[in-house]
Structures are given as C-alpha cells and as structure tokens.
C-alpha cells in the first residue's frame, strides 16, 4: 500500500510559476510509476507527466516545454515545476504511482493523492 500527499498548490497569475509535491508513505518499491493529473472543471482527469524508476520521463503535448517531472528516491518525494503558466492550467492535480512500469494508462494506476488546487488568472 502506498499512500500519496499533494502539497504546493495554489493562485498565480498567467506567466507564474509553482511547485508542486507529492510524498509517497508506505510501500515505495511499488511506486515503479509515477505521475501527475489534472481535472479541470467540467472536464475528465487527463495524465500531465509521468516518470519511470529508471527516471524516464514523458510529458502531454500542451505541457512540454514548461512543465518538469522529477523525483527524489531518497526522499520519497515527486515534484512538478510548472513555468509560464496558463490560465488553461488550472485545475486541480493529482500525484499517482502504480507498482508496474511506465508506460501505464490512467485507468492502472492503483494509488492516487487527493489533489492540489492550482488556479491560474490571466
């Protein structure tokens, strides 16, 4: 079992930046991939970035650029560095893991967070 804690939201204008994290608790050798989501009102969960135990990565298309994903094994912490914002980012975002390796589709993953607001004003 693996539990996840998002923490870093918050508001910031167009063109900011925010970090976010996420500290895994509990059985970190089934966090094999990790990743973050996003659920914009309205809208369904969509995957933002994932990142492999090898530390590959892979990023959605309107994200590439300005977002990056990195973890801290040491530490048991997943970050996300989002630069120039958009207001289209906000949303709140969700930190996964899933114990099989990347790639895996939302569905599979087996552990989530509870999110992290992020709102972006123009």
């Known amino acids: 079992e693996v539990k996840l804690v998002e923490s870093g939201g918050g508001s910031v204008q167009s063109g900011g930046s925010l970090r976010l994290s996420c500290a895994a608790f509990?059985?970190?050798?089934?966090?094999?991939?990790m990743g973050w989501f996003r659920q914009a009102p309205g809208k369904e969960r969509e995957g933002v970035a994932t990142?492999?135990?090898?530390?590959?990565?892979s990023y959605a298309d309107s994200v590439k650029g300005r977002f990056t994903i990195s973890q801290d094994n040491a530490k048991s912490m997943l970050y996300l560095q989002m630069n120039s914002l958009k207001s289209e980012d906000t949303a709140i975002y969700y930190c996964?893991?899933?114990?099989?390796?990347?790639?895996?589709?939302?569905?599979?993953?087996?552990?989530w967070g509870q999110g992290t607001q992020v709102t972006v004003s123009s």
């Open positions: 509990g059985h970190i050798y089934s966090a094999q991939c």
């Open positions: 990142i492999d135990s090898d530390g590959s990565t």
């Open positions: 996964a893991a899933d114990p099989f390796r990347c790639p895996r589709a939302k569905v599979d993953f087996r552990y």
